[in-house]
């Protein structure tokens, strides 16, 4: 069993929808919770970095985390064309230096 | 602007020649990362380093060499006994996170160097 499961998508939606990207994890020691960003053939943008459970708001990005069971997410509400990427999950433990990633879900939205 | 400079953005390389990756930061971050990213793959760790003059290899060290000479840069040379070089490489940092201190773990990358092997 991988560490961190991400559905690969692509996941197709109309703009102005909400979008929800999910991933699971099985070590229960992660505390850092963090959301990329990638461009074709760019580097991944960190969006949004959480600490141990619950929600963080920034604009029309929403980052969930649910510790008991094990599952982050992110909400794109209000999704453009621009919003169009693929969308990396990755945690990481205390004291620590590895950060481990999803294999990341590509988003496609339609105008 | 603070940020991570990678270069070159796109190298080509013939088989049997070694080829150096640079990376340079001014975020003042202690450890620094080499990920290679592969199509369908997650990000894999080449090589990591928490402090300057240390470094630490990562899951997928081999036929590739790093130094830290600067706290500022974190080179990565893909050698010729690296069997399968073509793929896009990100450096990356973060500031230091130790356990309990309150500092963060976030990871910031640069834009990424694809290497193409001819």
């Known amino acids: 069993q991988k560490e961190v499961e991400q559905d690969p998508g692509p996941l197709s939606v109309p703009e102005g929808a909400i979008v929800s990207l999910n991933c699971t994890y099985s070590n229960s020691a992660f505390q850092y919770f963090m959301w990329y960003r990638q461009y074709s053939r760019k580097g991944p943008e960190l969006l949004m970095y959480t600490y141990s459970s619950g929600n963080k708001e920034d604009g029309r990005f929403t980052a969930q985390v649910d510790k008991s069971s094990k599952y982050i997410s992110l ?37 | 602007d603070g940020g991570i400079t ?46 300057v003059n240390d470094f630490q290899k990562g899951d997928i060290a081999e036929g590739y060499s ?44 640069g834009e990424g160097s694809r290497l193409t092997v001819l």
């Open chain 1, 75 to 111: 909400f794109i509400r209000d999704s453009q064309p621009s919003d169009s990427a693929t969308y990396l999950c990755a945690m990481s433990g205390p004291g620590t230096y590895k950060y481990i990633f999803g294999t990341g879900t590509r988003l496609k939205v339609l105008a």
């Open chain 2, 66 to 109: 790093v130094s830290r000479e600067k706290k500022e840069s974190f080179p990565l040379t893909v050698t010729s006994a690296q069997k399968n070089p073509t793929a896009f490489y990100l450096c990356a940092s973060s500031i230091y996170q130790s356990a309990g201190a309150g500092k963060t773990g976030e990871l910031f990358f």
């Open chain 2, 6 to 51: 990678q270069s070159p953005k796109y190298l080509f390389r013939k088989e049997g020649q070694n080829v150096t990756l640079s990376c340079e930061q001014n975020l003042n971050h202690d450890a620094m990362y080499w990920y290679r990213q592969d199509p369908g793959q997650g990000l894999r760790l080449i090589y990591y380093s928490q402090i």
